[in-house]
């Protein structure tokens, strides 16, 4: 790593400070060593004929420790700075349950099924990043009786959704593992919301939805998240139940949002980061 700038002053300054030799000693030279030990004598730690020759030796000593020190740890700290790094992309998976609320479930977290999937996050900072992500989930209700309700006597039904979504991501909080700095958080809350396609019917039929996301996320180590979110997807149609009796039953399809189906996931997940920016050391600027 290079260093440069005040950490080079500075480096040189504890160089110039730990060369330096006491007064006595400056004294004692030029004068031909007329201040000496008497260490025949005993005299070991003790006032010397001239003063206090041996405890400023011991405070000089003492002072260069501390130079030492303390230049390690500014060192140590500008490489820690400078070893910061903002990566801009992550690349994770996504794994949990996924509930339907339609026709035939009225009532979120009922018939949860398995939803899981992978995502694409690119930052543009610590606040605002854009995600890719693409999910898949089983919904499943009960089939309708004569009258045209779910009713549990007449079976079970499954689909199988497969969804594709672009969204924009809002950290509350500047969001990083930056310890350092107060102001950069390693856990944040966020929202998110965009625009998704969705295949369902053996990937027979289509329809747009848009999806709406909270939730937390903690940067356990520079190079690895992981985040807990709750999504809920507004469809624009009403026959994911791919079930006539269900489906456009008054001919409001798309018309209005309350007769649209809709679909939720909870989710856990972990995300790797990738193409950090190039390092800088403020500490150096």
């Not at 979110?229 to 209005?256: K, P, Q, S």
Request: glycine letters at 10%; hydrophobic letters at 40%.
């Amino acid at each position: 790593m290079r260093i440069s700038g005040k950490c080079r002053i500075f480096a040189r300054y504890c160089a110039f400070l730990i060369s330096r030799r006491s007064p006595k000693e400056e004294s004692g030279a030029g004068a031909g060593g007329a201040t000496r030990r008497n260490e025949k004598a005993g005299t070991k730690g003790r006032h010397t004929d001239d003063g206090q020759f041996d405890d400023d030796r011991i405070m000089l000593n003492i002072r260069r420790i501390y130079i030492l020190a303390l230049a390690a740890l500014t060192m140590a700290a500008c490489r820690l700075h400078a070893e910061e790094k903002f990566f801009r992309c992550e690349l994770g998976i996504d794994g949990g349950c996924g509930y339907y609320v339609g026709d035939a479930t009225p009532h979120i977290f009922q018939n949860v099924r398995e939803a899981y999937g992978t995502n694409f996050r690119y930052m543009f900072n610590r606040r605002w990043s854009l995600r890719l992500k693409g999910m898949t989930q089983r919904i499943a209700g009960y089939k309708p009786d004569g009258t045209g309700f779910a009713a549990k006597e007449a079976g079970e039904w499954q689909n199988r959704l497969v969804n594709f979504d672009l969204v924009a991501e809002f950290n509350f909080l500047p969001y990083g593992s930056v310890w350092y700095d107060s102001r950069i958080k390693p856990v944040t809350p966020y929202i998110a919301t965009g625009i998704g396609l969705s295949l369902y019917s053996k990937w027979q039929k289509a329809t747009a939805y848009m999806p709406f996301i909270v939730g937390m996320k903690w940067r356990c180590s520079p190079h690895c998240t992981i985040h807990l979110a709750w999504e809920h997807d507004v469809y624009f149609a009403d026959n994911l139940e791919g079930i006539d009796a269900y489906g456009n039953t008054y001919r409001l399809n798309g018309t209005n949002l309350m007769n649209m189906d809709v679909t939720g996931q909870l989710v856990a997940g972990v995300a790797i980061a990738f193409l950090q920016d190039k390092k800088v050391c403020r500490t150096c600027k």
